[in-house]
Nanobody, 123 residues
Framework: QVQLVESGGGLVQAGGSLGLSCAASGSGFSTRALGWYRQAPGKQRELVATITKGGNIDYADSVKGRFTISRNNAKNTVYLQMNILEPEDTAVYYC?????????????????WGQGTQVTVSS
């Protein structure tokens, strides 16, 4: 089991930057895939970025080149650095973790979720 707590959300002007952190407690952090998702008002939750235990990364097309996901297994933390923010990035951002895995096949589902942190980008 793992518990996830996001932090770092806030208000930023378009073109600015913001860094999010997700601190995990529990077991198996280093063997879980991790992800960031977001949900804007009236829209479905969508993928932002994922990172596997081996450091393989995937981004949504809408954030590619602007956002960076990283992880620090020693600190049980996953990060999302957001640059050149746009009003369309406004959403509640959630971190997520898969179940532990020990092979090379990446998980496709995330079973554990944080409470979310609000990111608001003004024009």
């Amino acid at each position: 089991q793992v518990q996830l707590v996001e932090s770092g959300g806030g208000l930023v002007q378009a073109g600015g930057s913001l860094g999010l952190s997700c601190a995990a407690s529990g077991s198996g952090f280093s063997t879980r895939a991790l992800g960031w998702y977001r949900q804007a008002p009236g829209k479905q939750r969508e993928l932002v970025a994922t990172i596997t235990k081996g450091g393989n990364i995937d981004y949504a097309d809408s954030v590619k080149g602007r956002f960076t996901i990283s992880r620090n297994n020693a600190k049980n933390t996953v990060y999302l650095q957001m640059n050149i923010l746009e009003p369309e990035d406004t959403a509640v951002y959630y971190c997520a973790a898969s179940k532990p895995y020990y092979g090379r096949t990446y998980p496709t589902s995330y079973d554990y979720w944080g409470q979310g942190t609000q990111v608001t980008v003004s024009s």
